[in-house]
């Protein structure tokens, strides 16, 4: 069992910066593959990024590629995801996600993960 708590979110103009924690209580947070989706109103829960156990291996979303950057510190049970140059499209809520097995497909399907925070709001204004 692990429990993940999401913050760091907030409004932001275009361009701007968040970065998001997620952190997890638990004693081997280090066994967990990891990983970001969002939901936008109206649109389908979609895959951001995904860190494998590690955090030596990352997978990214084509519409975050070169923007956002996922990390973790297993030390402090702390995942992050650094968000760059952020846009109106990136508006919605970011939900940390967690699974003790290596997920196929890069860690993308939301189905592969079986651990979810409550999730925390971004907002980009323009």
């Known amino acids: 069992q692990v429990q993940l708590v999401e913050s760091g979110g907030g409004l932001v103009q275009t361009g701007g910066s968040l970065r998001l924690s997620c952190a997890a209580a638990?004693?081997?947070?280090?066994?967990?593959?990891m990983g970001w989706f969002r939901q936008a109103p109206g649109k389908e829960r979609e895959f951001v990024a995904a860190?494998?156990?590690?955090?030596?291996?990352?997978n990214y979303a084509d519409s975050v590629k070169g923007r956002f950057t996922i990390s973790r510190d297993n030390a402090k049970n702390t995942m992050y995801l650094q968000m760059n140059s952020l846009k109106p499209e990136d508006t919605a809520v970011y939900y940390c996600?967690?699974?003790?097995?290596?997920?196929?497909?890069?860690?993308?399907?939301?189905?592969?993960?079986?651990?979810w925070g409550q999730g925390t709001q971004v907002t980009v204004s323009s």
């Open positions: 996600a967690a699974d003790a097995f290596p997920p196929m497909y890069g860690g993308s399907r939301s189905t592969d993960y079986t651990h």
């Open positions: 638990g004693r081997t947070f280090s066994s967990y593959a």
């Open positions: 860190i494998d156990r590690r955090g030596g291996s990352t």
